[in-house]
């Protein structure tokens, strides 16, 4: 694979690290519940250099309507501009390397289970955003991830392996939108991402993560934020595709008043399976984390909600919030909350609460008591519940988007039709 | 005053298991003001959602027809399209619903043209403040200005009939007056039959009757006109055999 020497020699030793490194087992407490022991890697081959498919005009619909002034975007990892894609034009502040330094990766997330190592042996072409000292960035970077898939027919399908990094520097503030699509219809993929994000004092970064992957995906994520003295990461992740489709987010506020706003929702149907983690570590002084995560399952689909939050020794007076909300449409489908604290500080703040059930019926009876028809009263609160928190979407452009994603699984799940 | 009629015969309803209203009549016409009032457990709030059809208060016997159309056994939205309007007495939040979103489905008017019109109308006439028109359903209200969400929405569906659950509690005076004048108007605009609920007397000295019932365990025991808000005044329920 190509890429520079330092990069070479990164996979090679990660490639070595994962063959040492044991498979996740459901029987540690970050897997449970998560099929992940069901994963066959003799069924995938990394995609490797080779860009499989032309984007289809379905990736340059998405990319118009969540980027009008264009994104970077890689094919199966492979960052080119192909046909039909023009470069990029970067706002002032901004610039993206292709990881051209060592130390460009693994400056939040370094080494991990074995699906990190396996991500850092066959990562192809890192999208690395560089955000300088001061810099105000007034509209979001786009970075658009298409993985293309194979039919499963006998030969493997594809595994790609696609990165991000944003540093956002010192007082400077920014914006991104990552977007994860491909392996539609039939098609099968195993899609591995990592994105890293370090926001340095007083800087703030603004983060929207949007998975639309089709259903015969295993998507298997890591998020790892870091934020500095006096600075912010707000972020929403947007999970709807995948057969299996986990994120694990870990934010670390690392300096004193560092601040995190976690938000996130899923919808499953059919039988997909939605697996959420998320750790909230505060490790200085008066650092504050906010989490909110709402998620809905239908049809024979379930979720794993489980969220940590610990408080290193040091780290007084820091406040966390965590809520978790899940709406089980169908009787077949199901949902698992876990909540964790891991407390080592005496003088914090720390709140957590979550829920799982059905449409709540007394919300029903009050639509329905006006002349609502009952499926057209359900989709209003099951969208309701949802608008709630992308609302509050950080990057306030791609709430439209964001909405009419999560609307158009609405509609196939409430009009009662067997999801694909 | 038109030609809409409610007719209640020999109503029997069950909540939690249990018959609470034990053979019910009432004849509401288009345009009257009909007040039932009774002590606690007196089986209001049951009535209230027998007529209404709430999931969980079951209808055991007797007829709720509304110009002729019958009631019992359609489920709440098509009793709310039939013409017949709840207000609740604790109305719930519904986050991220927007009253204009939740009205347009209720009209089956997804255009919302002047549906906004409608709404900024109506907030005036009842003193509802209008930031909270953009706010989600009763999310962050309090219990006066979610009572008062309610009238503005009665308001913009006209329906020929309304049953209220309750609608004086949590209202102060200068809340309720305002209340009770829209209530009125309604009867006279569209020829609104309103069946009010209530345990308090208090509703009466704003609200004009034209009949008032005393419920008394699951039973209308006495029907009169205003010497009757007077008598109850005076003495309660006990000459009703209530504490």
């Given at each position: 694979?190509?890429?520079?020497?330092?990069?070479?020699?990164?996979?090679?030793?990660?490639?070595?690290?994962?063959?040492?490194?044991?498979?996740?087992?459901?029987?540690?407490?970050?897997?449970?519940?998560?099929?992940?022991?069901?994963?066959?890697?003799?069924?995938?081959?990394?995609?490797?250099?080779?860009?499989?498919?032309?984007?289809?005009?379905?990736?340059?619909?998405?990319?118009?309507?969540?980027?009008?002034?264009?994104?970077?975007?890689?094919?199966?990892?492979?960052?080119?501009?192909?046909?039909?894609?023009?470069?990029?034009?970067?706002?002032?502040?901004?610039?993206?390397?292709?990881?051209?330094?060592?130390?460009?990766?693994?400056?939040?997330?370094?080494?991990?289970?074995?699906?990190?190592?396996?991500?850092?042996?066959?990562?192809?072409?890192?999208?690395?955003?560089?955000?300088?000292?001061?810099?105000?960035?007034?509209?979001?970077?786009?970075?658009?991830?298409?993985?293309?898939?194979?039919?499963?027919?006998?030969?493997?399908?594809?595994?790609?392996?696609?990165?991000?990094?944003?540093?956002?520097?010192?007082?400077?503030?920014?914006?991104?939108?990552?977007?994860?699509?491909?392996?539609?219809?039939?098609?099968?993929?195993?899609?591995?991402?990592?994105?890293?994000?370090?926001?340095?004092?007083?800087?703030?970064?603004?983060?929207?993560?949007?998975?639309?992957?089709?259903?015969?995906?295993?998507?298997?994520?890591?998020?790892?934020?870091?934020?500095?003295?006096?600075?912010?990461?707000?972020?929403?992740?947007?999970?709807?595709?995948?057969?299996?489709?986990?994120?694990?987010?870990?934010?670390?506020?690392?300096?004193?008043?560092?601040?995190?706003?976690?938000?996130?929702?899923?919808?499953?149907?059919?039988?997909?399976?939605?697996?959420?983690?998320?750790?909230?570590?505060?490790?200085?002084?008066?650092?504050?984390?906010?989490?909110?995560?709402?998620?809905?399952?239908?049809?024979?689909?379930?979720?794993?909600?489980?969220?940590?939050?610990?408080?290193?020794?040091?780290?007084?007076?820091?406040?966390?919030?965590?809520?978790?909300?899940?709406?089980?449409?169908?009787?077949?489908?199901?949902?698992?909350?876990?909540?964790?604290?891991?407390?080592?500080?005496?003088?914090?703040?720390?709140?957590?609460?979550?829920?799982?059930?059905?449409?709540?019926?007394?919300?029903?009876?009050?639509?329905?008591?006006?002349?609502?028809?009952?499926?057209?009263?359900?989709?209003?609160?099951?969208?309701?519940?949802?608008?709630?928190?992308?609302?509050?979407?950080?990057?306030?452009?791609?709430?439209?988007?964001?909405?009419?994603?999560?609307?158009?699984?609405?509609?196939?799940?409430?009009?009662?039709?067997?999801?694909? | 005053?038109?030609?809409?009629?409610?007719e209640v015969r020999d109503l029997h309803a069950?909540?939690?298991?249990?018959e609470v209203v034990h053979g019910l009549d009432l004849t509401?016409?288009?345009?009257?003001?009909?007040?039932i009032?009774g002590?606690?457990?007196s089986g209001k709030?049951t009535l209230a959602?027998a007529l209404?059809?709430?999931?969980?208060?079951?209808v055991?016997g007797g007829s709720i027809?509304?110009?002729?159309?019958?009631?019992?056994?359609?489920?709440?939205?098509?009793?709310?399209?039939?013409?017949?309007?709840?207000?609740?007495?604790?109305?719930?939040?519904?986050?991220?619903?927007?009253?204009?979103?939740?009205?347009?489905?209720?009209?089956?008017?997804?255009?919302?043209?002047?549906?906004?019109?409608?709404?900024?109308?109506?907030?005036?006439?009842?003193?509802?403040?209008?930031?909270?028109?953009?706010?989600?359903?009763?999310?962050?209200?309090?219990?006066?200005?979610?009572?008062?969400?309610?009238?503005?929405?009665?308001?913009?569906?006209?329906?020929?009939?309304?049953?209220?659950?309750?609608?004086?509690?949590?209202?102060?005076?200068?809340?309720?007056?305002?209340?009770?004048?829209?209530?009125?108007?309604?009867?006279?605009?569209?020829?609104?039959?309103?069946v009010?609920i209530?345990?308090?007397?208090?509703?009466?000295?704003?609200?004009?009757?034209?009949?008032?019932h005393?419920l008394v365990d699951g039973r209308i025991v006495?029907t009169?006109?205003?010497?009757?808000?007077?008598?109850?005044?005076?003495?309660?329920?006990?000459?009703?055999?209530?504490?």
């Open positions: 694979m190509r890429g520079p020497e330092w990069l070479r020699r990164r996979r090679s030793e990660a490639f070595e690290e994962f063959v040492t490194t044991p498979w996740p087992s459901a029987k540690e407490d970050v897997w449970r519940y998560s099929p992940i022991e069901a994963l066959d890697l003799d069924a995938y081959r990394p995609v490797g250099d080779r860009t499989a498919t032309e984007p289809p005009a379905a990736l340059d619909a998405l990319v118009a309507r969540v980027a009008p002034h264009g994104a970077v975007v890689t094919r199966d990892g492979v960052r080119d501009i192909g046909p039909g894609l023009s470069p990029v034009a970067l706002p002032n502040g901004v610039s993206i390397a292709s990881a051209e330094h060592p130390g460009a990766l693994g400056t939040v997330l370094d080494g991990g289970d074995a699906l990190v190592r396996l991500h850092d042996a066959f990562v192809s072409d890192p999208v690395v955003i560089e955000v300088a000292a001061g810099a105000v960035v007034d509209r979001p970077v786009v970075v658009v991830h298409w993985i293309g898939g194979a039919p499963g027919t006998g030969d493997p399908a594809p595994a790609v392996f696609p990165r991000t990094v944003v540093h956002v520097g010192r007082a400077a503030r920014a914006s991104v939108v990552e977007v994860v699509a491909g392996v539609t219809g039939d098609l099968r993929g195993l899609v591995v991402p990592v994105t890293e994000l370090d926001v340095d004092q007083e800087g703030q970064l603004d983060y929207v993560g949007l998975q639309v992957l089709g259903t015969g995906a295993w998507h298997v994520g890591r998020l790892a934020g870091r934020v500095g003295t006096d600075a912010a990461l707000r972020s929403f992740t947007l999970g709807l595709g995948g057969s299996y489709a986990r994120l694990r987010t870990d934010a670390a506020a690392a300096g004193a008043r560092g601040r995190c706003e976690l938000r996130s929702a899923y919808v499953g149907s059919g039988d997909q399976v939605h697996d959420i983690r998320t750790l909230q570590d505060h490790l200085a002084p008066h650092t504050t984390s906010d989490l909110l995560c709402k998620g809905a399952v239908a049809g024979a689909a379930r979720s794993v909600y489980s969220g940590l939050i610990r408080v290193r020794r040091g780290a007084v007076r820091s406040e966390a919030l965590q809520t978790n909300h899940n709406l089980v449409l169908d009787g077949g489908s199901h949902a698992d909350s876990v909540p964790n604290l891991d407390i080592e500080e005496n003088d914090v703040r720390c709140t957590h609460a979550s829920t799982v059930g059905p449409v709540d019926e007394d919300q029903l009876y009050y639509l329905e008591s006006r002349g609502v028809a009952p499926d057209r009263a359900e989709r209003l609160v099951v969208s309701g519940f949802f608008g709630d928190v992308i609302a509050r979407s950080p990057v306030p452009s791609v709430v439209g988007v964001l909405e009419d994603e999560v609307g158009a699984r609405l509609d196939r799940i409430t009009s009662g039709g067997v999801d694909a | 005053m038109n030609g809409h009629l409610l069950e909540a939690g298991g249990r509401v016409r288009g345009g009257e003001v009909h007040v009032m002590p606690n457990g709030s959602h209404m059809g709430r999931p969980g208060t079951r055991t027809r509304l110009d002729g159309v019958e009631l019992v056994g359609l489920p709440a939205w098509e009793r709310a399209r039939a013409g017949l309007f709840l207000a609740l007495q604790q109305p719930v939040e519904v986050p991220g619903v927007s009253l204009q979103s939740a009205l347009a489905e209720a009209l089956d008017q997804p255009g919302r043209a002047g549906l906004a019109q409608r709404l900024a109308e109506e907030a005036a006439s009842i003193g509802f403040d209008r930031r909270f028109l953009d706010r989600a359903l009763n999310v962050d209200l309090s219990g006066g200005e979610r009572k008062r969400n309610e009238i503005l929405q009665l308001g913009v569906l006209r329906p020929p009939f309304c049953v209220l659950d309750e609608i004086d509690s949590g209202l102060d005076v200068d809340a309720l007056a305002a209340v009770a004048r829209r209530l009125e108007q309604a009867t006279t605009e569209w020829g609104l039959g309103v009010a209530t345990h308090f007397h208090r509703l009466l000295v704003e609200l004009r009757a034209d009949a008032i005393v006495s009169g006109g205003p010497e009757l808000a007077a008598e109850l005044e005076q003495t309660g329920y006990r000459s009703y055999g209530v504490a």
